[in-house]
């Protein structure tokens, strides 16, 4: 079946550093990739999303590209601040499994200090 | 704008006393989903509706029912709550089209309390 795999956390950084977020998937065929985020205490929002090998989604200055041959979607961002605290899960559908149902990566707590 | 809405944001229950959780959504999609979401966890996918069609998972215990009296409300019921159904709950649409996939959005989530 599907799964996804990110990079454990907790990941620290200080305002202002870059930012990945590593996250492979296995799947058969194409699935769609997503990242979420959420806030403390929030539901889930979606961050970006790739639903075609080498699309990049972008968002809020988060980017993140449908790696087929290494089966990735490594998010990314250059510049973090604070206000980007928060949970990030990268999650697919399709690709051999439900269209419908989300398989999840465990979640990756990212802290920004000022 | 559009969105999905759950009420109440926060809910505390007694041991064994049924609970409604309620989610709605002005996004007119035909697909409705209930999550459920433990500290530190990825949500866990409970059941959803695929316009009147229910489908549940596997392994949702029976405790757990739902309803979509139509395609802006739907409901989650906890017959009898333990206090291992402590958690967030989770409601999302999607706007499914057949053989395809699509995205899904999520409500802010009702955190249940059970005492």
């Known amino acids: 079946g599907n799964s996804v795999t990110q990079m454990e956390g907790p990941v620290t950084l200080s305002e202002e550093a870059f930012l990945t977020i590593n996250c492979t998937y296995t799947?058969?065929?194409?699935?769609?990739l997503f990242w979420y985020v959420q806030y403390p205490g929030e539901g889930l929002q979606l961050l970006l999303k790739?639903?075609?090998?080498?699309d990049k989604g972008s968002n809020k200055g988060f980017e993140a590209t449908y790696r087929k041959e290494t089966t990735s979607f490594h998010l990314e961002k250059g510049s973090v601040q604070v206000s980007d605290s928060a949970v990030y899960f990268c999650?697919?559908?399709?690709?051999?499994?439900?269209?419908?149902?989300?398989?999840f990566g465990k979640g990756t707590l990212l802290t920004v200090n000022p | 704008d559009a969105m999905v809405i759950q009420n109440p944001r926060y809910q505390v229950t007694q041991f064994g006393k049924p609970v409604t959780l309620s989610c709605s959504q002005t996004?007119?999609?035909?697909?409705m989903y209930w999550y459920q979401q433990k500290s530190s966890q990825a949500p866990k996918l409970l059941f959803h509706?695929?316009?009147?069609?229910?489908?549940n998972e596997a392994d949702t215990p029976d405790n757990f029912q739902s309803r979509r009296p139509n395609t802006s409300f739907c409901f989650l019921d906890i017959r009898s709550p333990g206090l291992g159904d402590a958690a967030m709950y989770l409601c999302?649409?999607?706007?499914?089209?057949?053989?395809?996939?699509?995205?899904?959005?999520f409500g802010p989530g009702t955190r249940l309390t059970v005492l």
């Open positions: 999302a649409t999607s706007n499914l089209l057949a053989g395809e996939t699509d995205t899904q959005y």
């Open positions: 799947a058969t065929g194409y699935p769609s």
């Open positions: 790739a639903t075609k090998a080498d």
């Open positions: 999650a697919l559908t399709g690709g051999g499994g439900s269209n419908y149902k989300l398989t």
């Open positions: 996004l007119n999609h035909n697909v």
């Open positions: 509706y695929y316009d009147k069609d229910f489908n």
